[in-house]
């Protein structure tokens, strides 16, 4: 599933909060009609806050790069090397502070 991310967007509190998903009494995404004064987002709201993070990586990339181990007692423990993930492609890149 494919997403979209707005660098320094704010988490609006309601559909009317700067929301960038926001036509004139109707949500772009949802295809709903808004209502202006309910102080709240539509519910199924699509929006998902992130918070400061540093960078945000491709999983899978990594776990195509695993190297397969084991414990004392024999059981498989999966390993990533850490050059691996540090070469990972970055899919977002580190938010600063006071950024979201």
Avoid at 6 to 28: F, R, S
Avoid at 45 to 63: A, R
């Amino acid at each position: 599933m494919m997403g979209l991310y707005i660098p320094n967007a704010k988490m609006p509190k309601t559909c009317y909060d700067e929301c960038p998903c926001q036509g004139i009494h109707w949500c772009n995404v949802l295809k709903e009609i808004t209502e202006p004064m309910t102080g709240k987002r539509l519910d199924g709201c699509p929006l998902i806050p992130v918070p400061v993070h540093g960078d945000l990586i491709d999983y899978d990339f990594c776990l195509e790069n695993y190297e397969l181990l084991h414990d004392d007692d024999g059981n498989p423990v999966y390993a990533v090397r850490m050059r691996d993930i540090n070469n990972a492609p970055t899919i977002i890149p580190t938010s600063k502070e006071g950024e979201g």
